[in-house]
């Protein structure tokens, strides 16, 4: 019998247990430890999930010959540090989005990756959710080509709290954390990279010090053109919700749901081997270490994604 793949999980709050429910759909894996920042927190959930070790040390984990890759759902700014951690450690490892808050820090995760040749993988859901399959396997086949993509990402977050409605340890970012999905998806859907990005923002929030209203422009090689529109002060309807216009149709994804122009629902059912994009997700990272081959959404895949963010940024800034 082939031995299971042994994962931890670092980041034991809302978005992890979703990882953790998702891994129990995947045979053949086993989450051997789960890592936390409140010790008798992480040892609930170690309990409901049934992992037998529990710890707030990252360090501890990576020691463990029972670990053979981790998951990363830990504040934005650990996700570079900790994945080059991983990797000096022998351990494969899927860092939630985004997998930096600055460029330089995104580099040196690829340029390691390099040397170690480890699966490194970074979330970037939108790759695999059935609605953006559906369009991507269009695209592939010529039947489909993007003229724009028009997106609107809104949630009404103005105090630090996290999607179960508890305090948060760090504080989210439109730029580097949500901005991220939208600008690695126009440029895999498109197969072409972003050059032209324009970028402004609304007031800086007094307490929190980031913008929470921004505009994104981009513009393809390939003449493509997305505009993306961000808010954390919108009360509703909140998530992210995408429009593609093509030569030969119009799709509208909300969620994991497609409609054509027309407002008529799209069967996106029989896409894949599930509807959940985070499991889609953590399927290819558990068959890119069995394959021994490089992930869809590895982490030198979605650097270019970064490369843009560092250049609104500096836009912003200026």
């Not at 994945?83 to 580099?107: F, R, Y």
């Not at 305090?167 to 032209?196: I, M």
């Not at 216009?245 to 027309?262: P, S, V």
Request: glycine share 8%; hydrophobic share 40%.
């Amino acid at each position: 019998m082939t031995q299971p793949l042994r994962i931890a999980l670092a980041g034991a709050g809302a978005f992890g247990q979703k990882h953790l429910d998702a891994l129990k759909l995947i045979d053949g894996v086993q989450v051997t430890s789960v890592i936390g920042r409140e010790l008798d927190k992480t040892k609930e959930v170690a309990a409901k999930y049934g992992i037998g070790h529990a710890t707030t040390d990252l360090g501890e984990t990576l020691a463990r010959a029972d670990v053979d890759a981790v998951i990363l759902c830990t504040p934005t700014q650990m996700h570079a540090e900790q994945s080059i951690a991983c990797m000096n450690a022998g351990k494969h490892v899927q860092a939630e989005i985004p997998l930096c808050d600055k460029l330089s820090d995104g580099q040196a995760v690829v340029a390691l990756q390099k040397k170690t040749g480890l699966v490194a993988m970074c979330g970037h859901t939108r790759r695999f959710n059935p609605s953006h399959q559906f369009v991507h396997k269009k695209i592939k086949a010529g039947e489909f080509a993007i003229y724009q993509m028009d997106v609107q990402t809104y949630f009404f977050r103005r105090t630090n709290m996290n999607a179960l409605g508890q305090p948060r340890s760090w504080t989210d970012h439109l730029l580097w954390h949500h901005a991220a999905h939208t600008v690695d998806l126009f440029q895999y859907q498109t197969g072409s990279k972003v050059v032209k990005a324009n970028a402004i923002q609304g007031p800086i929030h007094p307490t929190l010090g980031i913008a929470m209203d921004m505009s994104i422009q981009l513009q393809a090689e390939n003449g493509a053109i997305c505009t993306l529109s961000l808010s954390f002060n919108n009360e509703g309807p909140l998530g992210t919700f995408f429009r593609y216009i093509g030569d030969t149709a119009t799709y509208i994804a909300r969620y994991d749901d497609l409609f054509n122009g027309k407002e008529e629902k799209i069967d996106v059912s029989k896409v894949d081997v599930s509807m959940n994009g985070i499991e889609l997700q953590d399927r290819e990272f558990v068959a890119a270490i069995r394959e021994k081959r490089e992930p869809n959404a590895s982490v030198a895949q979605v650097l270019p994604c970064y490369e843009v963010l560092d250049q609104l940024e500096r836009q912003l800034v200026a």
